[in-house]
């Protein structure tokens, strides 16, 4: 296994609020870690960090690349796909637009266009919604839109922005069932934000616990399911 | 009943000249978001220049490809030069700021054409078909036609006119995406801007070339635009032809309007479908659910 993504002294503020103080933190390839914290500890930002959305300084590096001055088109082509809070699809174009438009990266089109079918048996939902406008989707349909985007860029590094917010149970036990899948079958490594601890630590191989605006514990997901702290104050027994 | 036809088609003829504004209004708005009021006056602009170039001998259809090419790179200039520094500014700033350009490239005509009315050449035959209906009308729907057809297939099948309407529609998710969103939006500004100066070109033969000639007709153009649907190329032009009959009907059959009060029906038009269409006949209905 060999060192995806490496994040050394991250700091970034919205205007005068400083919201990450130098986090260091990483992932090897393949892998799924995860970033759990309350409302507010700065898990969005740090993703949005991660992808030159807002201002950021330290260092983040994608394998041997280093990101931290790059814009966010630009950290897309190195191969990193953010699925954002609140899913970001296009409303006014169909689904399958969406995910014609994640690949806008590439050119290949027999291979965009098998990738897009690979989508559709992960998330068959979506085939039959294929023509429909993306505004019109579920809560659920709308974030397996988002994921399949995500995934049409054929990405190094999957970064999930809270999949499960707003989505019913059982439709978020499929998702995860399907992300798991999406990690074991394509390999596709995942930086996950999540604010249902038991969940995320399911799903993950790696954990850190941001409070605001700092790592506070990290380890592998067993150890974070053994800690006191965590299991009091996120995972509720 | 004469008299009846010779308005829907003189109706149809104005019809044509709004249409062809009304696709550069929904195309900048396709790129940007925003209703350009500073569209007319750019189309004006662009005319003067292929003025210029016929006056110095250059051959019309030379002349006309050339002013397409200067505009669309003067559009894309005036987006990385103006709009991208203010491009976080609320939309206010942005409507200052295209009142602006509308005063500078009537002002700017003006001081180098100066104001006298100035006759346009007309590409198509002299004549009319039949005596009811002039050849550069004709002519003019038919470019209407081709261009609309030409953005439409823009926006459907290539991968630039999707990358564009995401990058208008989400500028996050589209930059998430890949897309270059400044790119797309100077893109955006230059067809837009190209697609003007073809207005102003077919629109001058008929009403004359002076710095304030798209006065009035950017009013009819934004109905147009309006009527049909803002986000439907499609819709702007038929909102376009609907425009220009209803305006001539009214300005003939009620006597209260006259032709004096013709500019009236286009703002009335404007609100009433605001009221109760807001999307336009043929503009999508954007449903998003929560």
Known sequence: MSRLLDVKGLEASYGQTKVLHGLDFGLEEGTVTTILGANGAGKTTTLRAISGMIARSGEVMLGEKSLITKRPADITREGIAHVPEGRGTFVRLSAEDNLQLGAYTRKNKAEIAEDIERVYSYFPILKQRRSQQAGTLSGGEAQMLAVGRALMLRPRLLLLDEPSFGLAPLIVQELFEILKRINTEDGVSMLLVEQNASLALELADHAYLLETGSIVISGTSDSILENETVRRSYLGY | ?290
């Open chain 2, 1 to 290: 009943m004469e008299l009846f036809l010779q308005q829907i088609l003189t109706g149809i003829a104005n019809g044509a000249i709004y249409a062809c504004l009304a696709l550069a209004v929904v195309m900048i708005y396709q790129a940007i978001d925003h209703f350009n009021f500073a569209q007319g006056e750019m189309a004006m602009f662009s005319t003067y220049i292929c003025w210029s170039m016929i006056s110095i001998g250059i051959p019309y259809w030379i002349a006309f490809l050339l002013t397409i090419v200067v505009s669309f790179t003067a559009g894309i200039a005036i987006e990385r030069i103006i709009f991208k520094p203010i491009h976080n500014a609320p939309v206010l700033s942005h409507i200052i700021v295209f009142i602006g350009l509308l005063a500078i490239f009537n002002s700017l005509a003006g001081a180098i054409w100066d104001h006298t009315i100035k006759t346009f050449p007309s590409p198509f035959p002299d004549g009319s078909f039949q005596g009811l209906i002039g050849m550069h009308e004709i002519g003019m729907f038919f470019v209407t036609l081709i261009l609309l057809a030409g953005i439409f297939c823009f926006f459907r099948y290539t991968r630039v006119g999707m990358a564009m309407q995401a990058a208008a529609a989400n500028p996050d998710s589209a930059a998430l995406v890949g897309i270059r969103v400044g790119w797309m939006l100077a893109l955006g500004w230059g067809l837009a801007a190209a697609i003007g100066a073809v207005a102003g070109m077919m629109i001058a033969p008929v009403v004359f070339l002076d710095p304030n000639m798209m006065l009035g007709i950017l009013l009819y153009g934004f109905a147009a635009a309006i009527v049909g649907g803002i986000t439907s190329p499609g819709g702007a032009v038929a909102g376009g032809f609907l425009v220009g009959i209803i305006e001539n009907l009214a300005g003939t059959y009620i006597p209260a309007i006259g032709s004096e009060l013709k500019l009236t029906v286009a703002l009335v038009l404007i609100v009433t479908v605001l009221l109760f269409k807001p999307n336009g006949l043929f503009g999508k209905t954007i449903v998003t659910r929560v």
